[in-house]
């Protein structure tokens, strides 16, 4: 079974910094493409950024010039650093991939989710 583990969510203040981790295990061939996701209250899930397993990088507008992700193929692990934080990026932020488990199956998998929280 594939796990995804996030960490690194927390209370901060307006124009601070987290980064948050997103961290793969369990049984897989590959992992393709890994994103971020955010879910504010009363609102519906949005894209925060992708990353494929080649670099490559996509934002979502409202986190464009402030987040940047990255990932480290080889700990299966994707990073996203958020500065100059906003009382509206408060969100639960939820980490997603997809990819392959075997030959025959496919694999996408959700975490549980860590809360990011940006208030005075």
């Known amino acids: 079974q594939v796990q995804l583990v996030e960490s690194g969510g927390g209370l901060v203040q307006p124009g601070g910094s987290l980064r948050l981790s997103c961290a793969a295990s369990?049984?897989?061939?590959?992992?393709?493409?890994m994103y971020w996701y955010r879910q504010a209250p009363g609102k519906e899930r949005e894209l925060v950024a992708s990353i494929t397993n080649g670099g490559t990088t996509n934002y979502g507008d409202s986190v464009k010039g402030r987040f940047t992700i990255s990932r480290d193929n080889a700990k299966n692990t994707a990073y996203l650093q958020m500065n100059s934080l906003k009382p509206e990026d408060t969100a639960v932020y939820y980490c997603?991939?997809?990819?392959?488990?075997?030959?025959?199956?496919?694999?996408?998998?959700w975490g549980q989710g860590t809360l990011v929280t940006v208030s005075s």
């Open positions: 997603n991939a997809d990819g392959r488990v075997n030959a025959w199956r496919s694999l996408e998998v």
């Open positions: 369990g049984s897989f061939l590959w992992i393709n493409t």
